[in-house]
């Protein structure tokens, strides 16, 4: 059975997906910044802070030192940045690709070489909707999973004939409590609007479907033989959004994003 490395399985997608792949019998290290117990669920809990290049060493020498092998690593550690783009700090910004960009290219750069050992593996980046779209007041959010788009599919080239697939699992709104970062200087030009439209992305995660669903995804991608570059989850009017991106004139797909935040009048 395969041995699977998932970050950030304290809660939501990363822990709805540990949870199934132990039931299902893998091998699992789920990651934590802050563990509360060394198990969860049937998988190994491990601390981990994707941001610190010697953290995520000793993550994957545990990894290895414990199992000889590591099969699966699932990149999913992440938060978003709200406001508009121009509200946000470079710091801020730095931050958030911190976590959800330089992140997952400090894992990948160190399992790599263990994976090219056996000569297979899979790699799972957790990228978004927001990583085809632009977002309104989520704007510099959907950037970092814009920029997880480029890497992986460019990565899968080079990795193309190793054994080594590459993945995105690209999610829509999910039912989990995901950080949301305010931004450090917000601007008197976007008062009001700013508050609407967060209401609007708020009340979308809360009528998303459960990370279970996901979780789901993740499973069918690992268990395949030839693994896809991509798998979107959606729900509701979200199946259109890979389509209508590929199929619309950019000024019919901006009218379509601006009216399902209201921003229309
Ligand atoms: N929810 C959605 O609607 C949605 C949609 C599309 C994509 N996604 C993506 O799915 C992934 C998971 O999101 P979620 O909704 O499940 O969020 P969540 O419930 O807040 O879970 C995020 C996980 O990431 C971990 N984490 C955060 N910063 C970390 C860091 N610097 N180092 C290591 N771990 C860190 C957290 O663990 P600790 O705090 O315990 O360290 C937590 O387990 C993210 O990449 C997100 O962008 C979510």
Redesign the pocket.
Known sequence: MKTILI??????????TATLLALRGYTVYG?????QAETLNGFTLLK????DAESVKACIETVINHSGRLDVLV??????LSGAVEEATLEDTYRLF???FF?VMRLTNTVLPHMRRESSGHIIN?????GLIGVPYLGL?AAS?HALEGYSASLRYELHGSGIHVSLV??????????SEPPSNPLVAYDGIRERVAAIHAA??RN?PP?EK?ARVILRAIQQRKPKLRYTVTAGQEILVPWARRLLPDWLMEYFIRDAYHMNS
């Open positions: 970050t950030g399985a304290s809660r939501g997608i990363g822990l709805a990651t934590s910044r802050q563990p981990l802070d994707v941001r990149n999913n550690a992440g938060y978003t911190e976590t959800n992140g957790i990228g978004s909707l927001a959010y999973k690209e999610p829509g709104d999910i039912q989990t409590e995901i950080v979308n995660l998303g990370p996901v």
